[in-house]
């Protein structure tokens, strides 16, 4: 069992920062529209957004920056779903050199499904059966996926 490869890019001129590599904002970007790829790997496409008035959102993100990535360089995006419930789906994203496969981010992310209630506002919502039942497909492979270390950590100075 293997994490999903998501997607596949290379960074933008526009992305590189004045230290010459891809600035911190662009990974939170890769890691985003790797979400709305894995929204349309799951039934959650345009036409079903415009449909449904149903969409994710982003609850919490975490990202790690490994190796700098320099312009033109190709990547591509694995997601590893590391758990879900009826509204909420909690994943992990590597980004990785599609030559080489060195790992220049990783990114944890948990999403909340939302109704997009024209009336009324946002509100969260169950996933509708077609998605939770293909969430649930994925997860049958993917909980057998050992867990990074790395996931569910926090923010800090280690001290010894």
């Known amino acids: 069992n293997e994490p999903l490869k998501i997607c596949d890019g290379t960074v933008l001129g526009s992305w590189v920062d004045f230290n010459g590599h891809m600035a911190d904002a662009y990974y939170g970007v890769v890691f985003s529209d790797a979400v709305t790829s894995f929204m349309n790997m799951i039934g959650m496409n345009a036409a079903y957004r415009e449909k449904t008035f149903n969409t994710i959102y982003t609850l919490e993100t975490r990202i790690v920056y490994r190796h700098e990535c320099?312009?033109?360089?190709?990547?591509?995006?694995?997601?590893?779903?590391l758990d879900l419930d009826q509204k909420r789906v909690h994943v992990f994203c590597k980004m990785t050199d599609?030559?080489?496969?060195?790992?220049?981010?990783?990114?944890?992310q948990l999403l909340l499904h939302?109704?997009?209630d024209p009336a009324h506002g946002p509100k969260s919502s169950a996933f509708e059966a077609l998605?939770?039942?293909t969430l649930e497909d994925i997860w049958k492979t993917h909980k057998e996926i050992a867990v990074?270390?790395?996931?569910?950590?926090?923010?800090?100075?280690?001290?010894?």
Not at 98 to 108: D, L, P
Not at 151 to 159: N, T
Request: proline share 5%; no cysteine.
């Open 148 to 160: 990074p270390d790395w996931v569910g950590g926090r923010i800090g100075i280690r001290r010894k």
């Open 114 to 116: 939302t109704h997009q």
């Open 131 to 133: 998605v939770m039942s």
């Open 98 to 108: 599609t030559v080489s496969n060195v790992e220049f981010a990783w990114g944890e």
């Open 70 to 81: 320099k312009v033109g360089q190709p990547f591509s995006v694995f997601l590893q779903l």
